[in-house]
Structures are given as C-alpha cells and as structure tokens.
C-alpha cells in the first residue's frame, strides 16, 4: 500500500510542452516524425496532444491550430507549460516579420515567463530558404536568449539521419531545460526523481 502511494506521489509528472508557430510550418509534421508515426499532410483543427518518451523523460506535447482564428485562444494553453518549440518555415521570406511578431507576442506574456523556446528552422532542404545567421537576426533571438533559455535547430519535413538526429537534439533539449514551477513539491520532483 505505501509502495503505491509513494509512487503515485512521487513519479515525476510529464513534461508540458507547446508546439506552436505560423499556419503551413510543419509542426505536425515533426512531431510525427520524432514519433515514428504516419503523416498526414492536413492542417491541425484544435489540438492534437502527444506524449513521447525521450530517454527516460516524458513529454505531453500540445500541437495546437495555427489558424489565425485560433491564435487568440493559445492562452488558454499557456498554463502549466513547461516548454515551447516554435517552427518557422525558413523558405517563407514573406512572413518572417508575422513569424517574428507573433513568436515576441507569444514570449511576452507573463504565463510563460522564462519557459524555454526550441526555434526549429524547418523546411531546410528547400533551395531558397535562409540560413540560420539570417533567421536568428530576423527573428531577433539574441533579445530572447536574454530572457529565457532558447537554442536554434535546422529541421525538414524529409528525415535524413542528419536531420532525424538534430530533431532528437531539439527534442531531447526542450525536455531537460523545463521551467521549473512554483510549488510546494517542485524543488523536490526536480532534485530527487
């Protein structure tokens, strides 16, 4: 009996982590791919949530809809939130000031105060997509770095073993970097499980 209890107490929960950015990025996509799962080429409705073992964490991950009708509802997933991986389709040159706008609209907000952002630069096998010096500039990332842990990851839609192994590193990174929440149990799941 106390063995259970101990262990429904004590199990660290799942790591929360938003999968956000612009419409048509591949968010889906990625997830999926890092799930070795099927996938399907249609724009998310609502939300899609996902839990994946990476090493010997898990992770909740919440795809949710880019469309812009649905950005203002992103709010209501904030709480709880432990990590963001914002995609950018790097390919798409007329949107960048949108993707940068909405990615700063998103940091602000005090619900997700220093919650970490994976930036996945996607759609890198493109011929006319920028490089990585261009987008972290337009995207403005030094300002971010100086808020809150943030790193930059090259990913495409297409799994090659570069790839799959940078989306891992992405993966892997968000996962080990959460905001640690205030309560009377955090600095205790965070040291001893």
Not at 48 to 61: A, G, P, R, S, T
Not at 112 to 141: H, S, W
Not at 171 to 190: D, H
């Amino acid at each position: 009996m106390m063995g259970n209890l101990n262990y429904a107490f004590c199990r660290r929960k799942p790591v929360r982590v938003l999968l956000l950015g612009l419409d048509a990025t591949g968010k889906t996509t990625i997830l999926y791919q890092c799930m070795g799962k099927d996938v399907k080429n249609a724009p998310t409705i609502g939300f899609n949530v996902e839990n994946c073992q990476i090493k010997d964490l898990e992770v909740m991950f919440w795809d949710v809809s880019s469309r812009a009708l649905e950005r203002p509802l992103w709010r209501y997933y904030y709480p709880n939130t432990q990590g963001i991986v914002y995609v950018v389709d790097s390919n798409d040159w007329d949107r960048m000031t949108e993707a940068r706008v909405l990615l700063h609209n998103i940091l602000s907000d005090d619900e997700l105060k220093g919650v970490p952002v994976a930036i996945a630069l996607n759609k890198r096998d493109l011929k006319n997509c920028m490089t990585k010096e261009e987008m972290e500039e337009m995207l403005d990332v030094s300002e971010i770095q100086k808020k809150r842990p943030c790193r930059v990851f090259m990913t495409t839609i297409f799994p090659t073993d570069e790839i799959q192994t940078e989306l891992m590193n992405l993966f892997e990174w968000i996962s080990e970097e959460p905001k640690q929440k205030e309560s009377p149990f955090s600095s205790y799941f965070w040291t001893h499980v």
